[in-house]
DNA sequence: TAAAGCATGTAAGAGGTTACATGATTGG
DNA sequence: CCAATCATGTAACCTCTTACATGCTTTA
């Protein structure tokens, strides 16, 4: 996952280690330590995927190669990238991925939180059933279905977008063709 | 975190590694994988805080031994696991904490969670202000903001039950000392 | 000039992921 | 009896965490 957060905001522009776990943090993905960002960004060199700028001071800027370009790519528009965190990654460059991707891609995570829900609700009924009398747990499971509740209709409005996008992008579809 | 999961469910009652992780699944930790749940069992056991019993056909069940109560109680009451997924497990296990401890990481995972709700409305904030038209990152980043908002106030449930139940418990620190 | 924050790095160890392999049990 | 599901396990690989070490830059 971090492969994929440094190339993607290095797309945008070159940056520096400090100023990469800046922009996460920003993002809301708190948990990247230097520990594993500074090794992450020596593989991604070794590998040719960014290449270092030496700046002023200490400061060592990488930015994208165009073999980075492609694995980036190629890691935004792959399938199998669909959990968690994972997805909230993918979303912060939805900017780079062609609409028709995005669609597909949003359309995966929604049923994907769709059968979240119903795991939820199922466990939340049971239970309550078994009546265990654990206020906590009742209530962890009580939030549980809350909150992916809430990420779908979080998914319903960004499905409404990005069909509109498609529809003000490529009107001539539907006008076009022969007269 | 795997190892407060299986101490914590096995504190109830004996289970076998598959049954693990189909509650582990129920309570919404869907991560869990064998690969990491069997060798951690292993680990478990060779530190003394489980024990197997041997049960029908190929099922190996394990009960907490007295060791691992106490390992459990320390995990459970430890400062230091106030992260994201760590805090929903501890959670699940609250009915095993004494109801000032209860309050007391309640309130600490409160004002986590609301220093990064500053944070993530100064990121939307800047977003917004920088224009740069990028729908997506600023939806992640308003989504970021109401959940955090909704997580609050989830907090403040439990907090508000957390102290009817030690007003209900302990009523005559109240009425009782010298008359 | 001292402190605080910026900035990069390494090493050890723990732990997870994925893939593979195996065998038991149950239902159609 | 076959398939599906239950059930456990191992090995290779990779990554992250934690702790430590270092040095620059700004500002009070």
Redesign the pocket.
Known sequence: ??DLAVLGLLRKRPR????LKARLVELGFA??????L??????LEKRGLIEALRQ?????AYRLTDLGEQEFARILGSTDHDEDGRFNMRLAFFQYLEPPARLRSLKRRRSHLVSRLQNAQVALQDEIAAGSGDHYTAALLQHNVASTESDISFLDQLIAYARSEMAAEAPRTLTGGKK
Chains 1, 2 share one sequence.
């Open positions: 996952m971090l520096h280690g400090y100023e948990r990247v330590s230097f520990g594993s500074y090794p992450a960004l020596r593989r002023s001071g200490r400061r060592k």
